[in-house]
């Protein structure tokens, strides 16, 4: 049997996507999803995609609200 050491250089060795991958399964086990909670999210995801296609809202470049972040803490 591998030490976590030896799992965890031979994972390093893999082609990013499949890391993501056993990242994902990983911290699914550890959190497993909520269905009516990802149902809830992707519904309001959609809907305020839907917001922004129609006009009636304005996306917000990510460096500037990482910036607005970085400046709420850093004061």
Aim: negative net charge.
């Amino acid at each position: 049997m591998l030490s976590t050491q030896e799992i965890i250089e031979e994972l390093q060795s893999l082609p990013v996507e499949e890391r993501l991958l056993v990242a994902d399964s990983l911290l699914r086990g550890l959190n497993p999803p909520n269905i009516e909670i990802e149902r809830a999210s992707l519904a309001l995801a959609k809907q305020r995609l839907a917001e922004v296609h129609a006009g009636h809202s304005k996306p917000i470049p990510a460096e500037e609200v990482f910036a607005r972040i970085r400046k709420r803490f850093n004061e």
